[in-house]
Structures are given as structure tokens and as C-alpha cells.
């Protein structure tokens, strides 16, 4: 809280406005004098005084990488401090010294290169193959001899479904062992299918755009808090700190973040903290595995979909009266389709939905899978504009 105070002005700005100075903080119970910060507030400054708004409290030159989320929003990104902080929560999901690990989500965001630091940290050696080309990702996995992989669960399973395709065995002709799987809810049916049927150790970890917040441990109960976070369960409308089992948003501050340092970060998930003793001997807290969203916010393929921002992207399109998210997920994939209403039906259907499709992926960060055009009244004036219509086995 100190270090804020000092060197981050926004933060300054926000403790003052709140009659908070760092003296009065001695306890994480003392966190609640402290108000909530939301993605929208870090937007907002950074909006009026890009391109940090008044978080950063480093000397730039003391920041070696940014990390991009939609919004834009850039987080600043000290590769040496974050290492140091997670890589022990790496070796506790299964990573080793001189492991070949491909890092398959996008180098824009917190999750790629907060997990490149720490996987190089502990020892291992990173292959930063990024996002899509399934065929090429099952080139690499057999040529480099990979046993590591992190992203996404459902990408994995794409990847060893084409290398099946292709016909290979994948336990025998391939070398992975781990995987770290995050950014998406994990079915039971998709875990079931990675570890019974092809063996893989398979840890889950949590965190946002803003940093890592909790792992999973062999013992497969439940995750822990890093020795390096204070994870709050709160109430979203106070900030009131809830007890042990009781269900609340997800609120995350990092020590190591000296560079960004967001105290009290409001995530928007829902879970419970338990500090029962693991049976695996660690002693940390341990968060249930997301429950829900507190705000109307969906993450869809590891990418959260903000409903404010899709209608600023659609605000654009004179040509369309209402719109709405439909998020479903057939065979274990999210699949996003967006619906459109138009004031005239004799629009080139086609190129205008290129042009949407495109501008949304340009600012939200993740194309519709499907465009549908619908019938004037289809879509009520008051729905909610993202629907999430995912079943979780």
C-alpha cells in the first residue's frame, strides 16, 4: 500500500478520496477501508492519460514487457519479479527443470508472458507458439519433443485430435506429460479425456488479465492462493469480506506487482475461500474453482466478453437496431454467435458483417464463430445483451 501511495498517482488519488493513508492498513481485514477497482475504473484512466492512467509505479525503463487486453488496457510487466514470484506455483502444477513447454495462448496478454516468466524461471524452456494453427502446434509437439503444455483446455484436445487425424498414436509417438490448462471452465468430460485417456498430468490455475491468483496442487483439492497474493472473498456490493464457505466475488492483490500495483482488484468471478490444511501439506487458502460471474460479464475462449464494449463496437453500424451475444458450447467448444436486427433488410448482409465481425475483434480481442440475421422484434428491447447458455458437466 505504501509503494501505491508513493509512486502510483492513481492509486494515491483513489486511497485519498477514500480517507485512507498506508498507516491505517495492518491486516487484510483493513483491506475493506480500501474501495474496489474494476477493469472499467483502470480503462477509464487510461483513457483520459494513456497509456497507463496513473498505475504505473516503476520508472519505464524498469518495464521490459506489456501485456494487452481488450480495450484497450496495458499492463506493464516486470519479467525477473514476476518469475521469481510464481515459478513455485509452476513446479507445484507439475512443470520441471529442463521441461520443453509450448505456451499456446496470445502474446498480447498477462497469461502468456506471466507464464513464460515463470516457466523459464523454474528452469524449462519455452516454446511460444501462441494461438491457432493446430497443424503446426502438433509439428511442434512431435519435432521439439514437448512435455509441457499451458492454454487452454479445449485447445489441447483440438490439437490431439488432429494429431489422431493425422495418424499418430498420441501417447506413443508424442512426448507430453503436463498440462497446465486455464482461462476457460474445465468439464469433467474434457479432464477425464486428457488424464484417463491419454495420460496427462493435468493442473488447473487461476488468474485475470491483472495476474496469476491461484493454483492447483497434486492433491487436486480445490486452488491455492500464491504465496505471493491476498485473495478476498467479498461482497460486490460492499466489499465487505465474506467467511469461509461463503460465496462472493473473487478480489486479488499481488505483492510482486510493484510496477502495477492494483490493491483490491474486483475480478467479477463468484467462489468460497476454505483454510482447512490441504492434504498436501500446503497451508495456504484455497478458493473453489469459479462458480459464476458477479457482473454481467462472460469469458469466452479465455477472453472476456464486455457487454458495454460490443455495444460501443455496434453503436458504430447505423445499419443495425439491436443486437445480442448467444454463447454456447457444443462438443466442449465455445461457440459465440451474434444475432443482428437491421433497419432495412435489403442491407449486403455479407459485408456488413465482415465489417462487425472485424471491429469487434479489433477491440474485443475474439471474432463471432456465427453471424445470424434476425427478423425485426426477435430480440426483446430489454434482453440482456450477452447470454450465456453453456452446461458445465
Known amino acids: 500500500v505504501s509503494h501505491a501511495y508513493r509512486n502510483a498517482p492513481a492509486m494515491k488519488k483513489r486511497l485519498d478520496k477514500a480517507g485512507v493513508r498506508p498507516e491505517h492498513i495492518h491486516t487484510i ?3 475493506e477501508k480500501i474501495p474496489l477497482i474494476r477493469r472499467s475504473d483502470i480503462m ?14 516503476v520508472p519505464l525503463s524498469k518495464v521490459d514487457r506489456v501485456a494487452i487486453s481488450p480495450g484497450p488496457t496495458y499492463f506493464p ?18 512443470f520441471r527443470p529442463g521441461d520443453v513447454v509450448v505456451v499456446t495462448f496470445s502474446y498480447l496478454y498477462m497469461a502468456s508472458l506471466g507464464g513464460d516468466s515463470s516457466i523459464r524461471t523454474l528452469g524449462a524452456t519455452v516454446i511460444a507458439t501462441g494461438t491457432g494453427n493446430t497443424e503446426q502446434q502438433v509439428q511442434i509437439l512431435r519435432q521439439a519433443r514437448v512435455t509441457g503444455f499451458y492454454g487452454n483446455p479445449s485447445f489441447l484436445v483440438n490439437i490431439i485430435n488432429k494429431a489422431e487425424e493425422q495418424g499418430y498414436n498420441f501417447k506413443k509417438d508424442f512426448y507430453l506429460r503436463v498440462a497446465l490448462i486455464a482461462a476457460e471452465m474445465v468439464p469433467q468430460a474434457t479432464r477425464r479425456f486428457l488424464e484417463q485417456d491419454y495420460g496427462l498430468y493435468c493442473a488447473e490455475a487461476y488468474g485475470t488479465s491483472e495476474g496469476q491468483l491461484a493454483f492447483e496442487c497434486p492433491a487436486h483439492n480445490l486452488l491455492h492462493v500464491g504465496e505471493n497474493q491476498i485473495i478476498e472473498i467479498v461482497d460486490p456490493a460492499t466489499g465487505k469480506q465474506k467467511g469461509p464457505g461463503e460465496v462472493g466475488e473473487i478480489v486479488g492483490t499481488a505483492f510482486h506487482a510493484t510496477a502495477f500495483p492494483i490493491i483490491r482488484f474486483a475480478t467479477g468471478d463468484l467462489s468460497y475461500y476454505t483454510d482447512e490444511p490441504c492434504p498436501c501439506g500446503r497451508t495456504s487458502r484455497r478458493i473453489a474453482r469459479i462458480l459464476g460471474r458477479a457482473e454481467d460479464v462472460t469469458k469466452v475462449k479465455g477472453v472476456f466478453v464486455y457487454p458495454k464494449l460490443v455495444a460501443e463496437v455496434i453503436s458504430r453500424f447505423p445499419e443495425i437496431v439491436r443486437f445480442q451475444v448467444i454463447v454456447t458450447r457444443p462438443e466442449h467448444r465455445d461457440l459465440m454467435t451474434l444475432k443482428l436486427e437491421l433497419k432495412d433488410s435489403s442491407v449486403d448482409k455479407d459485408r456488413l458483417g465482415e465489417s462487425v465481425n472485424q471491429a469487434i475483434l479489433d477491440i474485443c480481442r475474439i471474432r463471432a464463430d456465427k453471424l445470424q440475421f434476425v427478423t425485426t422484434g426477435t430480440i426483446p428491447e430489454q434482453a440482456k445483451t450477452v447470454v450465456d447458455e453453456r452446461k458445465w458437466d
Open 29 to 31: 481485514k483493513d483491506l
Open 44 to 57: 477509464q484512466s487510461q483513457q483520459s492519460q494513456p497509456p497507463f492512467g496513473g498505475f504505473l509505479a
Open 77 to 94: 510487466h516486470q519479467s525477473v519479479a514476476w518469475g521469481k514470484a510464481n515459478a513455485p506455483a509452476y513446479y507445484a502444477m507439475g
